[in-house]
């Protein structure tokens, strides 16, 4: 399947689909529970307000992609998804290619699927992702090099004290070798740090760490850089976008990693945030923004890697959740892009028809989860003119 970026028109159908789901987003509020909701935003000094009155407007100029919008700003846009996906559902796969930039494999590339025994790789599925992002003009990404989940099963029989570093070594070079000069980033370690295992250097106590001690980051940071050196290397983690103390934690916790990193010459180019959202949470305006300046300032780009909000936690009525959802989307979005270091934002997933929450962060009432940019019928929710307005009223970066 060819779908071009050059090749997309918008129809005067799509427009009006557009249009109606603004409209029906616009529709009356349902008060009590949304107020009860959005009150809870309002902990801590200086939070992010997440509004769900009715006269807040997501209403946008053009009908235009989200991969333009951000194109137009200096950044990328994009987001997560699989093969199976995309080789099954025409229409997701279509939409995918209008709205996205950046093709990031789910689960391709993480050892389990593509490591099939110790001695052998298996690139069949990740192969098909890379050719889908090139022939649809398209940024492909690399998630991820290092992880203690998604490993093969052979890897707690056969990997010891003695061979680990030959086998990261592997693994390392011939992954990224496969897709040099095809790959703009790879997330080399991903969510090493965890400062409630106790240790002193937050780091949390995975098979890698247990056979190769701390160093095993800036090993697999100065691998990668040798067998690649034009892609770009990120560090990648999670809670760090929050105002909970648990948050707080692990923002100073991995400050003090790339710390570390940068002073021994590691060669880390960029955090990734991943972002997961919780509805129900607060975060702090003057907190993020002290973070992301704290990462640029040692001369890091950021991305925003696995963007999503949770609403399992959030009003059954769909008018509110989406209002809510999309508020909280507009605000993270103005605080994080008003930061020029941030270089792309990559939801994980696009549609809510495919989304890991629907499993893992699932609704007690039994109500189906509405997190992504569009719809289960792939029509722009709310959350997509809240992205959207944000990528436009962003700074415009350096090209």
């Known amino acids: 399947m060819d779908i071009t970026r050059q090749g997309f028109a918008v129809t005067k159908k799509q427009v009006l689909i557009g249009r109606r789901h603004f409209l029906l987003g616009m529709g009356?509020?349902?008060?009590?529970?949304?107020?009860?909701?959005?009150?809870?935003?309002?902990?801590?000094?200086?939070?992010?307000?997440?509004?769900?009155?009715?006269?807040?407007?997501?209403?946008?100029a053009e009908n235009t992609p989200l991969r333009?919008?951000?194109?137009?700003?200096?950044?990328?846009?994009?987001?997560?998804?699989?093969?199976?996906?995309?080789?099954?559902?025409?229409?997701?796969?279509?939409?995918?290619?209008?709205?996205?930039?950046?093709?990031?494999?789910?689960?391709?590339?993480?050892?389990?699927?593509?490591?099939?025994?110790?001695n052998?790789?298996?690139?069949?599925?990740?192969?098909?992702?890379?050719?889908?992002?090139?022939?649809?003009?398209?940024?492909?990404?690399?998630?991820?090099?290092?992880?203690?989940?998604?490993?093969?099963?052979?890897?707690?029989?056969?990997?010891?004290?003695?061979?680990?570093?030959?086998?990261?070594?592997?693994?390392?070079t011939t992954v990224v070798?496969?897709?040099?000069?095809?790959?703009?980033?790879?997330?080399v370690v991903n969510e090493a740090v965890f400062p409630e295992h106790g240790r002193a250097d937050y780091l949390r106590n995975t098979p890698w760490l247990k056979f190769l001690g701390p160093n095993y980051i800036d090993f697999a940071f100065r691998v990668a850089a040798q067998a690649d050196p034009k892609a770009l290397l990120v560090y990648n983690d999670y809670g760090l976008e929050h105002s909970t103390p648990n948050d707080e934690a692990k923002r100073t916790a991995v400050l003090k990693l790339l710390e570390r990193l940068?002073?021994?010459?590691?060669?880390?180019?960029?955090?990734?945030?991943?972002?997961?959202?919780?509805?129900?949470?607060?975060?702090?305006?003057?907190?993020?923004?002290?973070?992301?300046?704290?990462?640029?300032?040692?001369?890091?780009?950021?991305?925003?890697?696995?963007?999503?909000?949770?609403?399992?936690?959030?009003p059954k009525n769909v008018l509110v959740r989406d209002r809510l959802i999309a508020g909280i989307y507009e605000d993270f979005l103005s605080v994080v892009l008003d930061e020029k270091a941030v270089i792309a934002v990559l939801t994980w997933g696009l549609s809510d028809r495919y989304t890991w929450l629907r499993d893992r962060k699932?609704?007690?009432?039994?109500?189906?989860?509405?997190?992504?940019?569009?719809?289960?019928?792939?029509?722009?929710?709310?959350?997509?003119?809240?992205?959207?307005?944000?990528?436009?009223?962003a700074p415009k970066r350096g090209f």
């Open 262 to 314: 940068k002073s021994k010459g590691t060669p880390v180019q960029a955090l990734g945030i991943q972002a997961h959202l919780e509805g129900e949470a607060p975060f702090n305006t003057k907190k993020l923004r002290a973070f992301l300046k704290d990462v640029a300032d040692m001369g890091l780009k950021i991305m925003i890697t696995e963007l999503d909000v949770a609403d399992n936690m959030l």
């Open 362 to 393: 699932s609704r007690k009432d039994s109500a189906s989860v509405r997190p992504l940019p569009l719809n289960a019928h792939m029509e722009r929710k709310l959350a997509w003119y809240a992205i959207a307005r944000a990528f436009d009223k």
């Open 68 to 118: 333009n919008r951000a194109a137009a700003k200096g950044l990328i846009y994009g987001a997560a998804t699989q093969t199976s996906i995309l080789r099954s559902d025409t229409k997701f796969a279509t939409r995918f290619a209008q709205e996205c930039a950046m093709l990031v494999p789910e689960n391709e590339l993480k050892w389990k699927m593509l490591r099939p025994s110790l």
């Open 120 to 172: 052998s790789f298996d690139f069949t599925r990740s192969d098909w992702l890379a050719n889908f992002a090139s022939k649809n003009n398209m940024f492909f990404r690399g998630h991820t090099l290092v992880w203690h989940k998604s490993l093969p099963e052979w890897f707690k029989a056969r990997v010891n004290s003695q061979n680990a570093e030959q086998i990261m070594l592997k693994h390392i």
């Open 28 to 60: 009356s509020f349902v008060g009590t529970d949304a107020l009860a909701i959005a009150s809870r935003y309002g902990h801590g000094k200086n939070p992010i307000q997440v509004t769900a009155q009715k006269s807040r407007d997501f209403s946008v």
């Open 177 to 187: 070798k496969h897709y040099a000069g095809k790959i703009h980033s790879w997330d």
